[in-house]
T-cell receptor, first 117, second 111 residues
Framework: DAGVTQSPTHLIKTRGQQVTLRCSPISGHKSVSWYQQVLGQGPQFIFQ???????GRGNFPDRFSARQFPNYSSELNVNALLLGDSALYLC????????????????FGDGTRLSIL | QKEVEQDPGPLSVPEGAIVSLNCTYSNSAFQYFMWYRQYSRKGPELLMY????GNKEDGRFTAQVDKSSKYISLFIRDSQPSDSATYLCAMSLQGAQKLVFGQGTRLTINP
């Protein structure tokens, strides 16, 4: 079975540009979360979506936005890129249920490596 | 102070040794505890997943959670060179999907 897939794998942008990262969850998974991992650090939570609704947001500026589509895939958008946005952006999916979306183990993709020049 | 503290290492041990990896945390409300393994240029891979306190064993891996001490551990028995990776602890609250990660410990198993 296919795992979480992310595209592109690597992206180079310049300051001030905008970027869109894409994620396809594991088949049957309805919850998608986005994390930012700076080199040498653990991942930091950005967003969580379940059934196309935002269910959680981390401590990131409004330049970061996301959405989830009817097929449960998701996009992360970052506007007005800064040098500090250079990182590995990870997408994770989990089953979720109508009753609860907590406590479900999350499975990660291999990420998109974003470099800002 | 970070919510989750993890010694970044690096940690280097000979093949076959028992490895002990640890994390401490400050938020007593955390209920779910995970260990992920991350190889270079790859995403985190879920190794162990536990709820509340206690032990869980899966092959060569054992996870322990001590909520009274706010301390979690991962033990790797009969370590192999293929276990060389960064190990991340993560935890979450009841009713939330947000994972809070430690910094990660870089582990090298020497043949």
């Amino acid at each position: 079975d296919a795992g979480v897939t992310q595209s592109p794998t690597h992206l180079i942008k310049t300051r001030g540009q905008q970027v869109t990262l894409r994620c396809s969850p594991i088949s049957g998974h309805k919850s998608v979360s986005w994390y930012q991992q700076v080199l040498g650090q653990g991942p930091q939570f950005i967003f969580q979506y379940y059934e196309k609704e935002e269910r959680g947001r981390g401590n990131f500026p409004d330049r970061f936005s996301a959405r989830q589509f009817p097929n449960y895939s998701s996009e992360l958008n970052v506007n007005a890129l800064l040098l500090g946005d250079s990182a590995l952006y990870l997408c994770a999916s989990s089953l979720g249920t109508t009753a609860t979306i907590s406590g479900q183990p999350q499975h990660f993709g291999d990420g998109t490596r974003l470099s800002i020049l | 102070q970070k919510e989750v503290e993890q010694d970044p290492g690096p940690l280097s041990v000979p093949e076959g040794a028992i490895v002990s990896l640890n994390c401490t945390y400050s938020n007593s409300a955390f209920q779910y505890f995970m260990w992920y393994r991350q190889y270079s240029r790859k995403g985190p891979e879920l190794l162990m997943y536990t709820y509340s306190s206690g032990n869980k064993e899966d092959g060569r891996f054992t996870a322990q959670v001590d909520k009274s001490s706010k301390y979690i551990s991962l033990f790797i028995r009969d370590s192999q060179p293929s276990d060389s990776a960064t190990y991340l602890c993560a935890m979450s609250l009841q009713g939330a999907q947000k994972l809070v990660f430690g910094q990660g410990t870089r582990l090298t198993i020497n043949p």
